[in-house]
């Protein structure tokens, strides 16, 4: 059976966005902190405006926090879709939602589904600014 080169490379960027999509290779590409034992973490530079984002990895935690800067503070959900692709997400500021970069859902703020295809919410957690530090509590 013979295919044509387009045919090849159709398929070929079929094959690419089923494994992206599947092994959750899709990244959130803000930057990425470690916190403390204690949970906390020096509030970065990135996160100094309205809109912004970062991820915190947790110790003893497996999922990555994703912590937004709001207009009137900061709030954190799981970094991670809970559809099974478990793909990344980010913070859309147009769209005042997160978005998973895989499946396409998008939570609000509160961790709460507002367009599957994801049935179970994120979870939250709160987030504490205490002088030059954020720490994350849940």
């Known amino acids: 059976m013979d295919i044509s080169r387009r045919q090849f490379f159709v398929a070929s960027a079929a094959c690419a966005c ?3 999509t599947t092994t959750g290779c899709v990244s959130n590409p803000a930057p990425t902190f ?3 034992v204690d949970h906390t973490i020096p ?3 990135a996160l100094s405006e309205p809109g912004s ?3 915190v990895r947790l110790p003893n935690i497996k999922e ?3 912590i937004v800067r709001t207009k009137i503070g900061f709030n954190a959900t799981e970094g991670i879709c809970t559809n099974s692709a478990r793909t990344e997400l980010q913070w859309v500021v147009e769209e005042d939602r997160l978005k998973c970069l895989g499946c ?3 939570f609000k703020l509160d961790g709460s589904v507002s367009q599957g295809p994801a049935t179970k919410p ?3 957690y709160a987030v504490d600014l205490q002088g030059s ?3 994350i509590l849940g």
């Open 18 to 20: 089923a494994i992206v």
């Open 34 to 36: 470690d916190a403390s």
């Open 43 to 45: 509030l970065p530079e």
């Open 53 to 55: 984002q970062v991820k």
């Open 64 to 66: 990555p926090v994703l």
């Open 104 to 106: 396409g859902s998008r």
């Open 122 to 124: 994120l979870k939250s």
């Open 133 to 135: 530090k954020l720490k």
